[in-house]
């Protein structure tokens, strides 16, 4: 019902700059909790940064006050702002949307840190 597709990942070199975007469709964005996961080969796919309905957000302690997670309903679109970005920053970035019982995903768009 929901589809959510994310772009802005590549390669890009320590201390540098990404942004991340999701664009949701084919359901009420607004009522939607959004997030940002990573997953890389071998380990369990975490969270790295959420936004609830009411704007509140969290982040996991690896990213805080080196990433922003931000959300535009008018533009069915999260953002996850990355800065300083570190080599174990690399992962395959996916964004997630869920409301009760409901829980969607995107495809993922890859970033990758290395100098």
């Known amino acids: 019902q929901v589809q959510l597709v994310e772009s802005g990942g590549g390669l890009v070199q320590p201390g540098g700059s990404l942004r991340l975007s999701c664009v949701a469709s084919?359901?009420?964005?607004?009522?939607?909790?959004m997030g940002w996961y990573r997953q890389v080969p071998g380990n369990q796919r975490e969270l790295v940064a959420r936004i609830v309905t009411s704007g509140s957000t969290n982040y996991a302690d690896s990213v805080k006050g080196r990433f922003t997670i931000s959300r535009d309903n008018a533009k069915n679109t999260v953002y996850l702002q990355m800065n300083s970005l570190k080599p174990e920053d690399t992962a395959v970035y996916y964004c997630?949307?869920?409301?009760?019982?409901?829980?969607?995903w995107g495809q993922g768009t890859q970033v990758t840190v290395s100098s």
């Open positions: 084919g359901g009420n964005f607004g009522i939607y909790d």
């Open positions: 997630n949307a869920a409301w009760l019982l409901r829980n969607y």
